[in-house]
Protein backbone atom coordinates (compact mmCIF):
# COMPACT_ATOMS: atom_id res chain seq x y z
CA UNK A 1 0.00 0.00 0.00
CA UNK A 2 2.50 2.32 0.86
CA UNK A 3 4.25 1.71 -2.19
CA UNK A 4 1.72 1.94 -4.04
CA UNK A 5 0.71 5.91 -2.39
CA UNK A 6 4.72 6.74 -3.36
CA UNK A 7 4.13 5.56 -6.77
CA UNK A 8 0.54 7.68 -7.07
CA UNK A 9 2.12 11.00 -5.89
CA UNK A 10 5.59 10.67 -7.79
CA UNK A 11 3.00 9.75 -10.82
CA UNK A 12 1.30 13.16 -9.64
CA UNK A 13 4.34 15.17 -9.26
CA UNK A 14 5.74 14.20 -12.88
CA UNK A 15 2.16 15.27 -14.55
CA UNK A 16 2.27 19.01 -12.70
CA UNK A 17 5.84 18.91 -13.92
CA UNK A 18 5.57 18.31 -17.44
CA UNK A 19 2.56 20.30 -17.69
CA UNK A 20 4.51 23.38 -15.86
CA UNK A 21 7.55 22.75 -18.32
CA UNK A 22 5.02 22.36 -21.56
CA UNK A 23 3.45 25.48 -20.89
CA UNK A 24 7.02 27.19 -20.62
CA UNK A 25 7.95 25.56 -23.81
CA UNK A 26 4.98 26.95 -25.16
CA UNK A 27 5.83 30.43 -23.75
CA UNK A 28 9.17 30.17 -25.41
CA UNK A 29 8.16 29.09 -28.64
CA UNK A 30 5.75 32.21 -29.10
CA UNK A 31 6.95 35.18 -32.14
CA UNK A 32 7.79 38.45 -31.80
CA UNK A 33 8.83 41.08 -33.92
CA UNK A 34 12.05 40.17 -33.78
CA UNK A 35 11.58 36.56 -35.08
CA UNK A 36 10.02 38.04 -38.54
CA UNK A 37 13.08 39.25 -39.86
CA UNK A 38 14.86 36.24 -39.39
CA UNK A 39 12.96 35.36 -42.62
CA UNK A 40 11.72 38.77 -44.03
CA UNK A 41 14.69 40.89 -44.08
CA UNK A 42 13.45 43.03 -47.36
CA UNK A 43 10.27 44.63 -45.25
CA UNK A 44 11.88 45.20 -42.11
CA UNK A 45 14.73 47.43 -44.07
CA UNK A 46 11.39 49.40 -46.28
CA UNK A 47 9.62 50.01 -42.60
CA UNK A 48 12.47 51.10 -41.10
CA UNK A 49 13.45 53.64 -44.06
CA UNK A 50 9.86 55.19 -45.25
CA UNK A 51 7.24 53.28 -43.00
CA UNK A 52 6.05 56.12 -41.56
CA UNK A 53 2.97 55.18 -39.01
CA UNK A 54 3.10 51.73 -40.26
CA UNK A 55 7.10 52.07 -38.74
CA UNK A 56 5.43 54.08 -35.64
CA UNK A 57 1.70 53.13 -34.63
CA UNK A 58 2.24 48.95 -35.03
CA UNK A 59 4.38 46.32 -35.43
CA UNK A 60 4.47 43.31 -38.04
CA UNK A 61 2.17 40.45 -35.86
CA UNK A 62 -0.24 43.72 -35.39
CA UNK A 63 -0.93 43.13 -39.04
CA UNK A 64 -0.04 39.77 -39.78
CA UNK A 65 -1.84 38.07 -37.14
CA UNK A 66 -1.58 34.63 -38.90
CA UNK A 67 1.15 33.00 -40.70
CA UNK A 68 0.96 29.42 -42.85
CA UNK A 69 0.18 26.76 -41.68
CA UNK A 70 -1.16 27.44 -38.59
CA UNK A 71 -3.89 30.07 -40.57
CA UNK A 72 -4.73 31.40 -44.01
CA UNK A 73 -4.69 35.10 -43.58
CA UNK A 74 -1.28 36.02 -43.12
CA UNK A 75 -1.84 39.72 -45.00
CA UNK A 76 -4.92 41.15 -43.48
CA UNK A 77 -7.73 43.72 -45.59
CA UNK A 78 -6.40 47.58 -44.97
CA UNK A 79 -10.00 48.06 -43.68
CA UNK A 80 -8.58 45.91 -40.60
CA UNK A 81 -7.05 49.15 -39.43
CA UNK A 82 -8.06 52.03 -41.88
CA UNK A 83 -12.02 52.90 -42.19
CA UNK A 84 -12.78 55.96 -41.11
CA UNK A 85 -12.70 58.30 -43.67
CA UNK A 86 -13.63 58.89 -47.34
CA UNK A 87 -10.63 57.86 -48.71
CA UNK A 88 -10.29 54.42 -46.72
CA UNK A 89 -13.86 53.80 -48.44
CA UNK A 90 -11.70 53.82 -52.03
CA UNK A 91 -11.44 50.26 -53.67
CA UNK A 92 -7.94 49.11 -54.58
CA UNK A 93 -5.85 50.68 -52.07
CA UNK A 94 -3.19 48.52 -53.90
CA UNK A 95 -3.40 50.56 -57.10
CA UNK A 96 -1.77 53.98 -55.53
CA UNK A 97 -0.39 52.14 -52.15
CA UNK A 98 1.22 49.17 -53.90
CA UNK A 99 3.69 48.61 -50.89
CA UNK A 100 2.06 48.64 -47.90
CA UNK A 101 5.81 48.60 -45.81
CA UNK A 102 6.35 52.22 -47.51
CA UNK A 103 2.34 53.12 -47.46
CA UNK A 104 2.95 57.02 -48.59
CA UNK A 105 5.76 55.74 -51.46
CA UNK A 106 2.52 56.33 -54.39
CA UNK A 107 2.93 54.62 -57.28
CA UNK A 108 0.40 57.12 -59.37
CA UNK A 109 -0.43 56.72 -63.00
CA UNK A 110 -2.97 57.51 -65.21
CA UNK A 111 -4.41 60.92 -64.80
CA UNK A 112 -5.53 61.04 -60.82
CA UNK A 113 -7.63 63.39 -59.04
CA UNK A 114 -10.21 62.03 -57.16
CA UNK A 115 -8.80 59.94 -54.98
CA UNK A 116 -6.33 62.36 -54.06
CA UNK A 117 -8.94 64.81 -53.23
CA UNK A 118 -10.73 62.60 -50.41
CA UNK A 119 -7.52 63.65 -48.38
CA UNK A 120 -7.09 67.30 -49.86
CA UNK A 121 -9.74 68.32 -49.65
CA UNK A 122 -9.14 72.50 -49.47
CA UNK A 123 -7.35 72.45 -52.33
CA UNK A 124 -10.06 70.54 -54.30
CA UNK A 125 -12.19 73.23 -53.62
CA UNK A 126 -10.22 76.15 -53.66
CA UNK A 127 -9.23 74.99 -57.51
CA UNK A 128 -13.12 74.27 -58.44
CA UNK A 129 -14.70 77.10 -57.07
CA UNK A 130 -11.82 79.73 -58.75
CA UNK A 131 -11.18 78.27 -62.46
CA UNK A 132 -7.98 78.83 -64.24
CA UNK A 133 -5.85 76.64 -66.30
CA UNK A 134 -5.05 74.59 -62.88
CA UNK A 135 -8.75 73.36 -62.67
CA UNK A 136 -8.39 71.59 -66.00
CA UNK A 137 -5.53 69.41 -64.74
CA UNK A 138 -5.34 66.28 -63.01
CA UNK A 139 -3.21 66.94 -59.34
CA UNK A 140 -0.56 64.18 -60.40
CA UNK A 141 -0.02 66.75 -63.54
CA UNK A 142 1.61 68.58 -61.06
CA UNK A 143 2.39 66.42 -58.51
CA UNK A 144 4.21 63.84 -59.99
CA UNK A 145 5.04 61.89 -56.46
CA UNK A 146 3.25 62.34 -53.15
CA UNK A 147 4.26 65.07 -51.24
CA UNK A 148 6.16 66.64 -53.96
CA UNK A 149 5.92 69.97 -54.59
CA UNK A 150 6.97 71.46 -57.96
CA UNK A 151 8.08 75.30 -58.50
CA UNK A 152 6.06 77.23 -60.56
CA UNK A 153 8.91 77.85 -62.87
CA UNK A 154 8.76 74.06 -63.67
CA UNK A 155 5.68 74.96 -66.04
CA UNK A 156 5.12 78.96 -65.97
CA UNK A 157 8.03 81.87 -66.85
CA UNK A 158 9.15 84.50 -64.17
CA UNK A 159 7.44 88.13 -64.78
CA UNK A 160 11.03 89.36 -64.10
CA UNK A 161 14.60 87.72 -63.42
CA UNK A 162 14.51 88.29 -59.93
CA UNK A 163 11.57 86.35 -58.98
CA UNK A 164 11.36 83.06 -57.81
CA UNK A 165 8.65 80.80 -56.12
CA UNK A 166 8.11 82.50 -52.88
CA UNK A 167 7.54 85.64 -54.90
CA UNK A 168 4.88 84.03 -56.94
CA UNK A 169 3.15 82.41 -53.96
CA UNK A 170 3.08 86.06 -52.73
CA UNK A 171 0.41 87.27 -55.30
CA UNK A 172 -0.62 83.72 -56.79
CA UNK A 173 -2.21 81.11 -54.40
CA UNK A 174 -1.64 77.99 -56.63
CA UNK A 175 -4.85 75.93 -56.07
CA UNK A 176 -6.43 79.53 -56.98
CA UNK A 177 -3.94 81.56 -59.20
CA UNK A 178 -6.36 83.92 -60.32
CA UNK A 179 -7.29 85.60 -57.39
CA UNK A 180 -4.57 87.14 -56.75
CA UNK A 181 -3.59 89.71 -53.44
CA UNK A 182 -0.84 91.24 -52.51
CA UNK A 183 0.88 93.16 -50.18
CA UNK A 184 1.98 96.96 -50.09
CA UNK A 185 5.59 96.09 -51.05
CA UNK A 186 5.04 94.58 -54.30
CA UNK A 187 7.87 96.50 -56.43
CA UNK A 188 5.54 98.09 -59.67
CA UNK A 189 8.73 96.00 -62.62
CA UNK A 190 6.44 92.69 -61.58
CA UNK A 191 3.14 94.27 -62.58
CA UNK A 192 4.61 95.21 -65.38
CA UNK A 193 4.79 91.79 -67.14
CA UNK A 194 1.53 91.44 -67.71
CA UNK A 195 0.75 95.68 -67.93
CA UNK A 196 3.52 96.73 -69.71
CA UNK A 197 1.88 99.32 -71.32
CA UNK A 198 0.28 100.82 -68.41
CA UNK A 199 3.73 100.95 -66.64
CA UNK A 200 5.46 102.47 -69.85
CA UNK A 201 2.73 105.22 -69.81
CA UNK A 202 3.21 105.85 -66.25
CA UNK A 203 6.93 106.08 -66.48
CA UNK A 204 6.78 108.51 -68.91
CA UNK A 205 4.81 110.67 -67.51
CA UNK A 206 5.66 113.42 -66.25
CA UNK A 207 2.81 114.03 -63.12
CA UNK A 208 3.31 113.14 -59.64
CA UNK A 209 2.16 109.72 -60.56
CA UNK A 210 5.02 108.83 -61.54
CA UNK A 211 6.40 108.44 -58.51
CA UNK A 212 3.56 105.90 -57.40
CA UNK A 213 3.95 102.17 -57.34
CA UNK A 214 1.06 100.87 -58.82
CA UNK A 215 -0.21 98.92 -55.50
CA UNK A 216 -0.40 102.36 -54.04
CA UNK A 217 -3.32 103.26 -56.13
CA UNK A 218 -4.67 99.37 -56.75
CA UNK A 219 -4.11 98.54 -53.20
CA UNK A 220 -4.18 94.77 -52.10
CA UNK A 221 -6.18 92.71 -54.73
CA UNK A 222 -6.03 92.27 -57.87
CA UNK A 223 -8.13 94.66 -60.39
CA UNK A 224 -8.84 97.34 -57.88
CA UNK A 225 -9.87 100.16 -59.55
CA UNK A 226 -9.86 103.17 -57.10
CA UNK A 227 -11.88 106.24 -57.92
CA UNK A 228 -9.66 109.66 -58.58
CA UNK A 229 -11.44 111.02 -55.05
CA UNK A 230 -10.88 108.08 -52.90
CA UNK A 231 -7.03 108.82 -52.97
CA UNK A 232 -5.62 110.06 -49.75
CA UNK A 233 -3.94 112.42 -51.46
CA UNK A 234 -5.31 115.77 -51.85
CA UNK A 235 -6.56 116.47 -55.84
CA UNK A 236 -7.58 119.79 -55.06
CA UNK A 237 -11.55 121.56 -54.78
CA UNK A 238 -13.89 119.58 -56.57
CA UNK A 239 -14.67 120.95 -59.72
CA UNK A 240 -17.70 124.00 -60.16
CA UNK A 241 -20.74 122.28 -60.43
CA UNK A 242 -21.67 123.27 -63.91
CA UNK A 243 -18.46 122.01 -65.04
CA UNK A 244 -19.32 118.83 -63.93
CA UNK A 245 -22.71 118.57 -65.15
CA UNK A 246 -20.99 118.67 -68.34
CA UNK A 247 -18.18 116.56 -68.04
CA UNK A 248 -18.89 114.08 -65.02
CA UNK A 249 -16.04 111.96 -65.09
CA UNK A 250 -12.38 112.73 -64.47
CA UNK A 251 -11.23 111.27 -67.63
CA UNK A 252 -12.51 113.30 -69.88
CA UNK A 253 -10.40 116.48 -69.45
CA UNK A 254 -7.32 114.44 -67.48
CA UNK A 255 -7.00 111.25 -69.71
CA UNK A 256 -6.18 108.05 -67.51
CA UNK A 257 -4.58 107.68 -64.60
CA UNK A 258 -1.32 106.36 -66.48
CA UNK A 259 -1.07 109.32 -68.54
CA UNK A 260 -2.77 112.24 -67.07
CA UNK A 261 -2.57 115.44 -68.99
Do not use: W
Not at 64 to 77: D, Q
Request: glycine share 4%; proline share 7%; aromatic share 4%.
Amino acid sequence: MRKKTVFLFSLLALIIYSTGALASNQESLSLSDADCIKCHDKQPATIAASGNKHKTEVGCLDCHTEHPPEGKSAIPNCSVCHSDSPHYKLENCGSCHSDTHAPLDLNIEGEVSAPCLTCHEKQGVEVKENPSAHTNLACNECHKKHRYIPECMECHEKHTEDMNVDTCLSCHPVHMPRVITYDQATPSHYCAACHGEAYTLLNNNTTKHKDLSCVFCHKAVHKTVPTCVSCKIPHGEPHPAQMLSKYPECAQCHGIAHDLR
